[in-house]
């Protein structure tokens, strides 16, 4: 993600205190068993990756995420300290591709139990034309209404996520993807730590079951809009919009904090009205200045879609589940669902 301004690295060692994100979702258990002893220590690289490692971990894992909530993950920087923290973990989740700081790190730690989240499951590009997945959907109606508009989106797109050329990281945003990495990682934690593989087994199933549940929801919620096609200022939402045949169309691309160009934001103006598009999202992590001035500009609405790379106290949710539900009404509301 080497297109992302870095900020100086003074700027984050103040708030990005090892320790403080080690959240463990069973950290009140902590004093009965004398600390973290005899917990697997689990470095996360950002809340998806904590996420996952939280719950299907359980009460056997102490999880510490490098990303501090409300810090922009892409912007990290790490301190000595926790380059340190990573070279004595048990077990290392991370995404390569989104944070470079951390895969370097990752990379020079020597950890044995170290797992690639994006390994797990396929990842594409949606800068570039795709076509020819199956997406494991039932009925080629379906099937061929969602290659239809997914190749609308990759044509409208011109952005290209991850490094130059790259595939696209945001796969946790597609709720099949990220059952597909829970899965994996399930199995890793089993491997690293067999003594208690039939929790971890359990945990995952139960996390999976949920994953499930939420796909049905969005398949549902999405089913009959009045439009196909939102407007993002973050371009995250490649592998959601193609899960449930809609049609993203980033503002400027994967930074945040881009100034689109003149000639985009006239291009904008035109796919709004031609495809009745009703709404400008923007993030939490970032500025909504671009968002609100484009929907002045074209008398569109705004509102929140949550990338969800970090919880905060604005997230609209306190977990993963709740904020893509969350995203999901807000998408239902722009969209037009029937």
């Known amino acids: 993600m080497n297109v992302r301004r ?3 690295t003074t700027a984050v060692a103040g708030a990005v205190v090892l320790g403080l994100t080690a959240l463990s979702a069973c950290s009140t258990s902590d004093a009965a068993d004398g600390g973290n002893g005899d917990k697997l220590k689990v470095t996360a690289s950002f809340y998806p990756m904590q996420f996952l490692a939280e719950r299907i971990g359980g009460e056997h894992v ?10 922009e993950p892409h912007d990290l920087e790490l301190t000595p300290r926790q380059i340190g923290s990573i070279s004595e973990s048990d077990y290392v989740l991370y995404l390569k591709g989104i944070q470079p700081a951390v895969d370097d790190a990752i990379q020079q730690s020597g950890v044995k139990n170290t ?19 199956d997406h494991g959907h039932e009925g080629e109606e379906e099937h061929g209404h969602e290659e239809e508009a997914h190749e609308e989106h990759s044509e409208g797109d011109g952005h290209n996520h ?12 597609d ?10 990682v399930g199995k890793s934690l089993e491997k690293a730590d067999p003594d208690h593989a039939a929790d971890y087994k359990k945990n995952t199933e139960a996390l999976v079951g949920e994953l499930n549940k939420l796909n049905t929801a969005y398949e549902t919620g999405l089913k009959n809009t009045a439009t196909k096609t939102f407007i993002t200022t973050h371009s995250a939402f490649g592998y959601l ?21 003149p000639a985009r934001i006239q291009e904008l103006h035109t796919i709004a009205e031609k495809e009745k598009a009703t709404t400008v999202f923007f993030e939490t992590l970032a500025s909504d200045k671009t968002a609100k001035t484009l929907a002045k500009d074209t008398g569109l609405k705004t509102g929140v879609l949550d990338p969800l790379e970090g919880i905060t106290k604005k997230s609209q949710g306190a977990d993963y589940i709740e904020v893509m539900e969350s995203n999901l009404t807000a998408l239902q509301k722009a969209l037009g669902a029937k």
């Open 241 to 261: 919009a193609e899960r449930y045949g809609l049609t993203q169309q980033g503002i400027a691309g994967i930074d945040p904090e881009a100034e689109p160009t």
């Open 115 to 133: 797992v690639d989240a994006a390994t797990l499951t396929t990842l594409e590009n949606h800068g570039a034309e795709v076509s020819g997945h």
């Open 62 to 71: 102490a999880v510490t995420s490098l990303t501090k909530p409300g810090v």
């Open 175 to 184: 709720p099949v993807k990220y059952a597909e990495v829970a899965k994996g």
């Open 6 to 8: 870095l900020i100086p």
């Open 162 to 173: 991850g490094e130059e050329g790259g595939a696209d990281p945001h796969i946790w945003l």
